[in-house]
Structure formats: structure tokens, C-alpha cells
């Protein structure tokens, strides 16, 4: 399993019941184009920007939101397997992901009491979906040689 290291910064937000780390968008962009290569589509990427989710109501229970807000900006470094992930299949459409691994955050969840339930999948990245509820995607075409009809001349 091939790691790189990137990091992101910690964003708490208790009035939308959601804790994440945020991502430069460069990171989703980056790989998403080589799945547009490989696919021929232009796949959706993550609706909320690239992050990776620590603690969401659907997801959690739990949570001391007023020790997490301590964290709130602070910057941390994970690790991720660029071996992305192909998901989605149950739920009707194809997502791609990448799996993260970061002692810290891990840490984190266990100092502010964040319990995972059953429909939890872990630590991971989120890069592109394709056709998720019914959202559109479009075809990619590489750009091609262009020929123009241009008549040479010669002198005579």
C-alpha cells in the first residue's frame, strides 16, 4: 500500500452538526482528472469541497462540541493510499475514494468522545461520484489534432 502525506485543517461547526478537515481542492481536482481519463466522463466532486469527515449526526453520537471547538483551525497531516477506492455500487452510483490514516485524528476523536455507529466507513477522502442521485455528469473527449483546409501554394 502506496502513502503520501498531506495535511488539512480542522473545521468544527455545531450548527451544522459536522466536523471535518478541510482540504485544498487542488487534492480532488488532481485525482479526479485521471478518473476522467480512465472513465471518459467528468465525474461530480464532493459537494461541500474536499474534506475528510470526522464527525457527522448521520454517522456519529456523541460529541463534546465545546472541548472540539479547541481544535477549531488547527492544522493536521495525514496519511492517504493513492490506490483509490471504487464504491458506490449499493446505492446506484459509482464514487471513488481514498483511505486515510492519521494517529492524530484518531486521537481527536477519542479526547472530544466521538462514537462511530454501524453505517460509519471510516477515515477517507472522498474524490468524485458519478450520477449520485440523479446528478448529471458529462462526457470527456481529449482534444484531438486539429486539421484546418488550408490550400498550399506554390509558385510556378
Not at 36 to 45: L, V
Not at 120 to 139: D, E, F, M, P, R
Request: contains cysteine; aromatic residues 14%; hydrophobic residues 40%.
Amino acid at each position: 500500500m502506496a502513502m503520501l502525506r498531506a495535511k488539512g485543517k480542522l473545521s468544527v461547526e455545531p450548527t451544522k452538526g459536522r466536523i471535518v478537515l478541510n482540504v485544498s481542492n487542488d487534492f480532488v481536482l488532481y485525482y479526479a482528472q485521471f478518473l476522467t481519463k480512465r472513465y471518459w466522463i467528468h465525474m461530480n466532486t464532493p459537494m461541500h469541497g474536499s474534506h475528510v469527515t470526522i464527525y457527522n449526526s448521520r454517522f456519529h453520537t456523541k460529541t463534546n462540541w465545546r472541548k472540539a471547538l479547541w481544535y477549531h483551525n488547527k492544522e493536521i497531516e495525514f496519511e492517504y493510499d493513492i490506490n483509490m477506492i471504487e464504491g458506490g455500487f449499493n446505492k446506484g452510483f459509482i464514487m471513488f475514494y481514498m483511505l486515510i490514516n492519521s494517529p492524530e485524528l484518531e486521537d481527536f476523536k477519542k479526547k472530544i468522545g466521538i462514537v462511530d455507529n454501524d453505517r460509519y466507513k471510516g477515515l477517507h477522502l472522498t474524490i468524485c461520484s458519478a450520477g449520485k442521485s440523479g446528478a448529471a455528469y458529462a462526457n470527456w473527449w481529449p482534444k484531438t489534432i486539429e486539421l484546418r483546409d488550408e490550400t498550399i501554394r506554390t509558385k510556378a
